[in-house]
């Protein structure tokens, strides 16, 4: 039976309009977005909630939406997230955070929101939390559900037998006293004129938060520099990103607070659940941040958003190569960045374990399947990493449909079954030069002769 997580905290409802922008408006200096699509998913609490379902556990989500349409849209996209609501219900608007974008930049922002955040039902709140063990996660957006005085009365009392993890707002309470873990990043953990910008200052708020909070420890978030944890009378930890990255942030708090309590929820120290949430949500923005989910909507159809659709949109060319990358080498890179320089936005389609164990023998690989795609991840040539099980990636890239399938040039001299699947869409597979002397298999057998 899976580990249950109970979230608790304001739920909103986001959307992007989205679509190519390719002139200025003639009445204003503004980009012109032709053929807009609009995307919906949780946001908030709600977002968090998805996230743990799509860890693995049970979520319970105690939050409040108003008795509008955006709150029936809240609701129905956690139903198909298998979320189950505790709606407190709110007597003013369901909270809608709009973004408007061109070719995936963010343009404005627009928020339909009122300042009535009084709550019809607390009650139903706080007879879940009174049952609750294990762990728990407030997402405090600051729209009443946390700072309800019944609510946190039982978020106190529950510190007594759950592990409370709690993301704080600017416009929110400050978390109560005796939660296991605190989020909050560098500006939510400044003072005024503080101004957070390294590793050193972060470790100070940390310590200065857990102090002022009662908390047992505080994560310092730092986005692509990782996190800074502080625990009462240790050293400060810090956890620095395992690979570099740039992209769309949005959501990825949420990232890291919902992993780190599945984490905590499951039984592994706060050291532990930190470091793993760095990593999640490091990976979370480098796999495209809210615009690479899938989130199933109303009618029964499957949007789906990424940067490799929004480089598509834009008319970009999207390659495709594949691998196992066991050892990666310099014959490796030589060929990922000449791949990469061919188009727009590279997708590496690398072998799992079982994969290669069928092609390489039962000695493979040597690095596992989640190392080898990391390190792929941390080179700027790589903009996105899928496993895929099979011999070949044929099924990936029928799914995927590049307009390029690369190869280094030790394949150019024999066909392989990828052109015929490539020439479906008019996509074509090309080599690249190749770095004589390089190979995995040679590492490994030269290792074993210094043996």
Not at 16 to 30: F, T
Not at 191 to 220: E, F, K, M, Y
Request: hydrophobic share 45%.
């Amino acid at each position: 039976m899976p580990e249950h997580l109970l979230v608790v905290g304001d739920a909103l409802l986001d959307r992007d309009v989205d679509g190519p922008a390719g002139r200025l408006a003639p009445d204003a200096p503004v980009p012109v977005i032709r053929r807009p699509v609009m995307y919906s998913r949780p946001g908030g609490a709600a977002l968090a909630a998805m996230f743990a379902s799509r860890d693995g556990v049970d979520v319970t989500l105690v939050t409040a939406v108003g008795d509008d349409d955006a709150g029936g849209e809240v609701a129905t996209l956690l139903e198909a997230e298998g979320v189950r609501v505790v709606d407190l219900v709110r007597r003013g608007m369901t909270p809608v955070k709009t973004r408007v974008r061109a070719a995936g930049h963010s343009l404005l922002r627009i928020d339909e929101e009122d300042d009535d955040d009084r709550l019809v039902h607390p009650r139903r709140g706080t007879k879940v939390i009174d049952d609750v063990t294990g762990a728990v996660l407030i997402a405090d957006y600051g729209r009443g559900v946390a700072r309800h005085p019944a609510i946190r009365r039982a978020l106190v009392a529950a510190t007594t037998r759950a592990a409370l993890v709690w993301d704080p707002h600017p416009r929110g309470s400050a978390p109560v006293v005796g939660v296991k873990l605190a989020t909050p990043n560098r500006s939510e953990a400044s003072r005024p004129g503080d101004g957070i910008s390294g590793t050193a200052t972060a470790a100070r708020a940390a310590q200065r938060c857990c102090s002022a909070w009662r908390a047992q420890a505080v994560a310092v978030t730092l986005g692509s520099e990782g996190a800074v944890l502080g625990i009462p009378g240790r050293l400060p930890l810090a956890i620095p990103a395992p690979f570099t990255v740039a992209g769309d942030a949005c959501g990825a708090g949420d990232r890291f607070s919902s992993s780190a309590a599945v984490e905590l929820a499951r039984g592994a120290l706060v050291t532990e659940a930190v470091a793993n949430a760095v990593l999640c949500a490091t990976t979370f923005v480098a796999d495209g941040g809210v615009g690479g989910m899938v989130v199933p909507v109303r009618d029964g159809g499957v949007v789906a958003r990424d940067r490799r659709s929004e480089v598509e949109r834009g008319g970009g060319t999207v390659v495709a190569t594949s691998g196992c990358f066991d050892l990666l080498h310099a014959g490796h890179v030589a060929m990922l960045n000449a791949a990469r320089a061919l188009g727009d936005h590279l997708v590496v389609l690398l072998n799992s374990d079982r994969s290669v164990q069928e092609l390489k023998g039962p000695d493979r690989p040597v690095v596992p399947q989640a190392d080898r795609a990391a390190v792929l991840r941390g080179l700027a040539c790589v903009d996105e990493v899928e496993i895929f099980d099979e011999a070949t990636p044929t099924d990936a890239l029928r799914r995927l449909r590049p307009s390029l399938f690369v190869k280094g040039d030790d394949y150019g001299s024999g066909t392989i079954p990828e052109e015929s699947v490539m020439r479906a869409w008019n996509g074509e597979v090309v080599v690249v030069p190749y770095l004589e002397g390089r190979s995995t298999t040679r590492l490994i057998e030269e290792a074993h002769r210094e043996e």
